[in-house]
């Protein structure tokens, strides 16, 4: 079939939204975790074992197959009629200013979007099955197993019911509360019951996908309990200042940076000889930030090479009552999506009104101080075995590119294997 990408591709980590209001109880006997529905049945896609070698074989999957398969299997959910609302319905505007900040309108979301089952104030918290899980989620909202080939080469499996799985299967399935076209959930080892917190291997794995797809338009993103996440279930612009590292802390050839001019502090992570340097880093540091209760936010953009880590405390400030009422009666709990710049608003007149000012105040309100910041910064690089040398801090002036607004340089017309 041929599909018509009407916006860019949204793609977020299994825990950064919820999945829609279901009922509280028992999932039913069509949904993950039935054992007469197995998931290990659901078609497979493979990606390659190591992402900066070409494909070895002929017949390899293309570059854009991935993506292709993804909106094609999206699409079709939506005129199966699975999702709460429309969401390419939804009126979108970029905001005047230097930072270039997007504004949508979702009037619906916050009506028919899941509400938090969990507390705030721990960013830590045991897996509860009697609450709202990804087990739960319907067997039709899923749409592909994503497993590595233990090769260079990726490949799809329509059918994976003769295979063998040795492991609960990681899935990707429709988020039915999108924010953007093609906002899905990435959900490893669904099976396993695995809370929401970050590891080395599930952080590797979000990093294969968005090395897979390839893209510049596809992001995954990843909200920590206490930063807005809602299941307790394992763009941007903006300068930035290189911190040199003294010269042990550089052998993984990772880069690290600290964000400059923009509302929210926040660490860039960019580059390292493989995906694993990457990943052992950036997790490294999502770990110590969980175990000592610190809310966080991770963008991941550039096809995996470029993450972006944001400390936050704003669940902290309005349990304190230190969060205007003006910014409260907004509705907006800023998460991945709204730091990053993408800002989803429930009421006509804040889109109509919206500006960066206005923008600024909001996110403003999630950074830690710069006091603050400094000493987190410190505990991360001693976490992640980093040394910052004493020469003095670079300043990047490149600004990272917003997502874009309006058809996708992904393709139109694309073609899709059904």
């Known amino acids: 079939m041929k599909l018509t990408i009407k916006r860019v591709p949204t793609v977020v980590s299994n825990y950064q ?11 039913g006997r069509n949904c993950l975790g039935h054992c007469c529905l197995p998931v290990s049945e659901l078609p ?37 009629g699975l999702f709460r609302y429309d969401v390419t319905a939804c009126e979108t505007k970029v905001i005047p200013g230097n930072l270039g900040f997007v504004a949508q309108l979702n009037e619906g979301r916050h009506l028919k979007k899941r509400p938090t089952e969990f507390r705030v104030d721990r960013v830590l918290q045991p897996f509860d099955s009697a609450k709202f899980n990804f087990t739960k989620v319907g067997q039709e ?29 990681n899935v990707v399935a429709i988020n039915v509360s999108p924010i953007e076209y093609g906002h899905v959930l990435l959900i490893p080892r669904v099976l396993d019951h695995l809370p929401q917190r970050i590891d080395q291997e599930s952080f590797l794995l979000a990093l294969h996908m968005a090395a897979e797809a390839a893209s510049p338009y596809f992001r995954l993103g990843y909200n920590s309990l206490g930063a807005f996440a809602t299941i307790n279930h394992l763009h941007f612009q903006a300068a930035t200042q290189r911190i040199p590292l003294a010269e042990g802390g550089i052998k993984s050839g990772v880069k690290v940076s600290k964000l400059m ?40 953009s550039d096809s995996g090479r470029k993450i972006f880590l944001f400390p936050q405390c704003y669940a902290e400030k309005q349990a304190l009552g230190e969060v205007s009422q003006e910014l409260l009666d907004t509705q907006v ?38 006091a ?41 017309g694309c073609l899709v294997i059904p």
């Not at 799809?156 to 040795?166: E, I, K, M, P």
């Not at 429930?346 to 206005?358: I, Q």
């Open 333 to 370: 709990n800023p998460a991945v999506w709204e730091i990053s710049g993408h800002i989803v608003l429930k009421r006509r007149d804040d889109y109509e009104e919206a500006s960066e000012a206005s923008a600024w105040r909001l996110l403003a309100e999630v950074s830690l101080s710069e």
């Open 44 to 80: 497979v896609y493979a990606f390659k074992a190591n992402p900066t070698k070409l494909p070895l074989q002929e017949d390899a999957v293309p570059t854009d197959f991935f993506i292709n398969l993804l909106l094609g299997q999206w699409e079709d959910r939506m005129t199966q």
């Open 261 to 300: 001019n923009y509302p929210v502090r926040g660490l860039v992570f960019e580059e390292g000889n493989t995906l694993n340097d990457l990943a052992n880093l950036v997790s490294s540091a999502c770990i110590w930030l969980q175990d000592n209760n610190v809310p966080y936010n991770v963008l991941i």
């Open 17 to 27: 939204e919820d999945a829609g209001e279901r009922p509280r109880g028992g999932c």
């Open 141 to 169: 909202e899923a749409l592909f197993q994503f497993e590595n080939s233990g090769s260079d080469d990726s490949y799809f499996l329509r059918s994976a019911a003769a295979t063998v799985a040795d492991r609960a299967p």
């Open 372 to 412: 603050r910041f400094e000493e987190v910064k410190a505990y991360i690089f001693d976490a992640a075995c980093l040394v910052q040398s004493q020469v003095e801090e670079e300043t990047d002036d490149a600004i990272y590119a917003p997502v874009p607004v309006g058809p996708s340089a992904v393709g139109e």
